[in-house]
């Protein structure tokens, strides 16, 4: 067993003289274990993808120079529209699009990125077939506001997003699963091509055909959908399509010590007849991967199809999304940042809203810096039972390729060091466990260089997959050059627990160091001590679609003493972003966690944790005509906590 450098694979030209520099880590890493984490190779060889086109170049442009690897049917109608100057669009192009990235595309795309969800081996998965996508479609809801929610579970028969006659207030429901809900109701988006799209009246027949005497069985109307989401009392989407949206506020449904929840339904814009809600279901297999490695396509796919509901009665659109990976530059420069920075100047009247993340505490943040000459070494523990890649990504500054990386698994012999433009895997070639990949520039973003450390799982059904042994496993990185690195290096560990209604495959990883809490079993620290020597560090673990300025971010904070609750995670990021924009209230109290919000049935309410609460509460401040931040400051100010303050209830 040793370190090899990869020397195979389709979607990689290794016969240019630098044939890393500027592609997507994570396809380089796909490549050389042909697709093991994913599946598989998709059928025909055609790969989600985000694709960034250079100023002045069109998708007529991309098609032309592309070779055959891109027809106009890979691209979705909505970027393709005529005289769209839209540089962000989504694909599905065949490896011939790869390969000349760095030739005939090279005047035509600034960067790619592929868009898939590791698949862990337990659930039968078949990668999905390349849509067949036709023309824009213009939806045109008339409403004066849009409310847009990408999320997992449309509980569109609760009670709490009912509008005054007693129908769904749901306009709109695309699932993106290929094989998913509303086959026999609804059709297949011609712009997107895949998944099943349904209007608000098809959903009201659906709900008529199963109401008697005043009364709807929904487990019937949800059954005869074949919207299994909803087998289950609580989603993630119901909860959060109701926060925003729904009948009765959330501070409605919060007590005080004197005073209980009043249940008083909302007299706002959000909860009326005027706000539509258009809901994007996202794909079983993305959900079924934390780590977000699918997130950009289906987003932004999402945000595209939400937007084309709009006509001209629509004053406002507003779109939550509480979603995000634990991975990227985190200094604004991602490609779905910039995607939003791109749809809020084509669109001055959208308002997006992203979460600040749950990592606060999670220990899968380390920063430092060095000195001349010198190393660090971080120490990364790798869980046993997991069945998930594990992956890490370094953040190194911009112009820093001076700086090298040596992994060690745990009882076995270091790699060699790897230097910039280096791909190295362990202990095979062919289907290996472990894989480095130190691009000069990455297409993940464009301030600094990015390491990529993927992993397979610690453990497996099958006896002929690639494992790697759990335990320690050692990531030193060496400054080789004779000056200091100014500014800090960053290392993010993906998310690997589980969503909401998926089941439990992943075990998160973290970081293991003895300054981060040197007293954890006696009194836990809640925040990072100042002049530590600790490596790992709480602060600047925003999730990786929170740092630009295309979308306003909500932290989360405790209602009963307005104190920053212990998952928030915080700035600053690498690039401008300080915070969070905003704080929202996410926890009751210490002894009641979470929120209430809607189930999905009748008009039940569960209770919820995290700043997926929080988005939802700021993107209703925006719909009521409220600018953000709230009124409430803290004091002492907490911009990388709570950002400008507080939003009330």
């Known amino acids: 067993m040793s370190w090899q450098p990869i020397h195979h694979g389709t979607y990689v030209d290794w016969a240019l003289p630098d044939p890393l520099n500027n592609l997507d880590p994570y396809l380089v890493w796909a490549d050389g274990c042909d697709f093991a984490p994913y599946g598989g190779g998709p059928p025909g060889g055609k790969l989600a993808t985000l694709i960034e086109l250079k100023p002045g170049k069109t998708v007529a442009d991309l098609i032309a120079h592309s070779g055959g690897?891109?027809?106009?049917?890979?691209?979705?109608?909505?970027?393709?529209?005529g005289g769209s100057q839209s540089r962000f669009i989504t694909a599905w192009p065949a490896p011939a699009f790869?390969?000349?990235?760095?030739?005939?595309?090279?005047?035509?795309?600034?960067?790619?990125?592929?868009?898939?969800?590791?698949?862990?081996?337990?659930?039968?998965?078949?990668?999905?077939?390349?849509?067949?996508?036709?023309?824009?479609?213009?939806?045109?809801?008339?409403?004066?506001?849009?409310?847009?929610?990408?999320?997992?579970?449309?509980?569109?028969?609760?009670?709490?997003?009912?509008?005054?006659?007693?129908?769904?207030?749901?306009?709109?429901?695309?699932?993106?699963?290929?094989?998913?809900?509303?086959?026999?109701?609804?059709?297949?988006?011609?712009?997107?091509?895949?998944?099943?799209?349904?209007?608000?009246?098809?959903?009201?027949q659906l709900m008529n055909a199963?109401?008697?005497?005043?009364?709807?069985?929904?487990?019937?109307?949800?059954?005869?959908?074949?919207?299994?989401?909803?087998?289950?009392?609580?989603?993630?989407?119901?909860?959060?399509?109701?926060?925003?949206?729904?009948?009765?506020?959330?501070?409605?449904?919060?007590?005080?010590?004197?005073?209980?929840?009043?249940?008083?339904?909302?007299?706002?814009?959000a909860s009326s007849d005027d706000a539509g809600i258009v809901f994007v279901q996202l794909p079983r297999a993305c959900l079924q991967d934390p780590s977000g490695a699918w997130l950009d396509l289906h987003v932004l796919d999402g945000l595209r199809y939400i937007l084309s509901c709009a006509d001209a009665h629509t004053e406002q659109i507003i779109i939550n999304l509480s979603f995000g990976p634990q991975r990227g530059p985190n200094d604004g420069t991602g490609m779905l940042e910039k995607a939003f920075d791109e749809l809020a100047q084509e669109f001055p009247n959208l308002s997006l809203t992203v979460a600040?993340?749950?990592?606060?505490?999670?220990?899968?943040?380390?920063?430092?810096?060095?000195?001349?000459?010198?190393?660090?070494?971080?120490?990364?523990?790798?869980?046993p039972g997991d069945e998930t890649p594990t992956f890490v990504q370094l953040w190194f500054p911009q112009g820093a390729t001076q700086l090298e990386v040596q992994l060690t698994?745990?009882?076995?012999?270091?790699?060699?060091?790897?230097?910039?433009?280096?791909?190295?895997?362990?202990?095979?070639?062919?289907?290996?466990?472990c894989g480095i990949i130190y691009a000069p520039h990455t297409s993940r973003g464009t301030l600094g260089t990015m390491v990529l450390v993927a992993l397979s799982p610690s453990t497996?059904?099958?006896?002929?997959?690639?494992?790697?042994?759990?335990?320690?496993?050692?990531?030193?990185?060496?400054?080789?050059?004779?000056?200091?690195?100014?500014?800090?290096?960053?290392?993010?560990?993906?998310r690997d627990d589980f969503n909401l209604g998926t089941l439990v495959r992943g075990r998160q990883s973290h970081f293991v160091d003895p300054f981060y809490d040197p007293l954890r079993y006696l009194k836990e620290a809640t925040d990072d001590t100042p002049g530590s020597s600790a490596l790992v560090r709480r602060r600047g673990t925003l999730t990786g679609i929170a740092s630009g300025d295309g979308a306003l971010v909500a932290a989360g904070y405790r209602h009963s003493d307005r104190k920053h609750v212990r998952y928030s995670s915080a700035g600053p990021s690498r690039g401008s972003a300080v915070g969070p924009d905003c704080a929202a209230v996410t926890d009751q109290s210490r002894s009641l966690p979470g929120i209430l919000a809607a189930g999905t049935r009748g008009a039940s309410v569960v209770r919820l944790i995290g700043t997926s609460t929080a988005?939802?509460?700021?993107?209703?401040?925006?719909?009521?005509?409220?600018?953000?931040?709230?009124?409430?400051?803290?004091?002492?100010?907490?911009?990388?906590?709570?950002?400008?303050?507080?939003?009330?209830?």
């Open 69 to 81: 690897g891109l027809q106009l049917a890979d691209i979705p109608g909505p970027y393709r529209i």
């Open 210 to 269: 199963f109401t008697q005497h005043g009364a709807l069985d929904e487990d019937a109307c949800y059954a005869t959908a074949r919207y299994d989401r909803l087998r289950r009392a609580a989603t993630h989407g119901a909860h959060v399509t109701d926060v925003v949206a729904g009948s009765v506020p959330v501070g409605s449904l919060v007590g005080t010590r004197t005073m209980p929840p009043t249940w008083a339904k909302a007299d706002d814009e």
């Open 460 to 494: 497996t059904f099958k006896p002929s997959k690639p494992i790697v042994p759990h335990g320690l496993w050692r990531i030193e990185i060496r400054n080789a050059a004779s000056s200091a690195i100014a500014k800090p290096i960053h290392a993010w560990i993906d």
């Open 356 to 383: 600040a993340g749950n990592s606060f505490f999670e220990r899968g943040h380390a920063m430092f810096k060095l000195s001349a000459q010198a190393s660090k070494m971080l120490h990364w523990h790798i869980m």
């Open 615 to 649: 988005a939802p509460q700021l993107a209703r401040w925006i719909a009521n005509g409220k600018p953000p931040p709230g009124p409430i400051p803290t004091s002492p100010p907490a911009p990388e906590l709570e950002g400008d303050g507080l939003l009330p209830l």
């Open 409 to 433: 698994p745990p009882g076995s012999a270091p790699s060699p060091w790897i230097a910039a433009g280096t791909a190295q895997v362990w202990p095979q070639t062919v289907s290996p466990s």
């Open 98 to 204: 790869f390969t000349r990235l760095k030739t005939t595309l090279a005047d035509v795309v600034a960067r790619a990125e592929i868009s898939l969800p590791v698949v862990p081996e337990r659930p039968r998965y078949k990668p999905p077939a390349a849509p067949h996508c036709g023309p824009a479609v213009q939806r045109g809801i008339a409403r004066k506001t849009l409310i847009g929610v990408i999320d997992d579970g449309c509980a569109f028969a609760q009670y709490h997003l009912r509008d005054s006659a007693g129908d769904t207030r749901v306009c709109r429901l695309w699932d993106q699963e290929q094989y998913g809900a509303f086959a026999q109701q609804g059709q297949i988006p011609a712009d997107f091509g895949r998944g099943h799209e349904v209007s608000g009246s098809q959903l009201q």
